[in-house]
């Protein structure tokens, strides 16, 4: 899931669908960030609170990002820099099985089952193709963006990370936490740290509203679930032009604009045979993950 946050046009809610642990991530993050965890600390003690809370389970995830998150800025922003058509293929593979597994939970596909999908598909898709806007590194638009993308992180189908890019905000999340990482900046820290202020609020409220919705219409949550993947794969098609650039925090040219095209119109090298092979290996990976998840 840290690793799919770094990549803008792939969801960390999506890799917790895969594996599994997505219905009690909602219902964890809900506990802890809503009366429940504090109120059986307070009558039962720090025992009860944590069980109630599955701190466990939140503790071990939140490990497994952090290193995931730190892999991605450092190691996948290699792969996406040199071999950008194989990673993208192997992602557009991983959504299309994640649909269809998504697809396979729901219990009986009605009509508003169908709209539900078609909504989902058709919202995602207008968020792909929208146009970038510039980004603002004051406090208050700091904190929204934090709400705003991390409502993202644990909604398949649609990345915090392209979520912060379509606001203007990634190229300063992500050089911050960079920077952080590297050579312990204060400036970034705080931005960090007021990034993670809206996260918090962001998770409380969007938790509880998922929660709510798989409580009550758990067929229909999925089917929208599954169509906000489908609506995301124009973002991750492998073979994209690049129609205009901007500069990065680090002064490099990187794509602004891009638009989907057929492997032979790809103004560049199409590795077609190896990028089928990489979608072929994505898809086989997410069933590979649902046997992983249910034997856990």
Known sequence: MGIAEVIPGVSGGTIAFITGIYERLIDAIKSILGPETWTSL??????SAWKTADGTFILTLLIGMALGV???VFGVSHLLENYPVLLWAF?????????IYIGRLVEKWTAAEVIALIVGAVVAYLITVLSPAQGSDSPVAVFFAGAIAISALILPGISGSFILLLMGMYTLIIPSIKSVLENQDMASLIILAIFGMGCLL??????????WMFRRY??????????FMIG??????????????????SGEEVPFLEKSVLPGAFEGEPYLFGAIIMMVVGFVVVFGLEKLGKRG
């Open 42 to 47: 307070r009558k039962e003690g720090i025992q």
């Open 70 to 72: 730190i892999a991605g």
């Open 91 to 99: 992602f557009f593979g991983l959504i299309i099985a994640s649909a």
């Open 202 to 211: 962001g998770l409380a409220t969007f938790s509880r509203v998922l929660s």
């Open 218 to 227: 758990h067929s229909l949550t999925m089917a929208l679930l599954a169509g």
């Open 232 to 249: 995301s794969l124009n973002k991750i098609w492998p073979w994209r032009n690049v129609l205009s650039t901007r500069i990065n925090s």
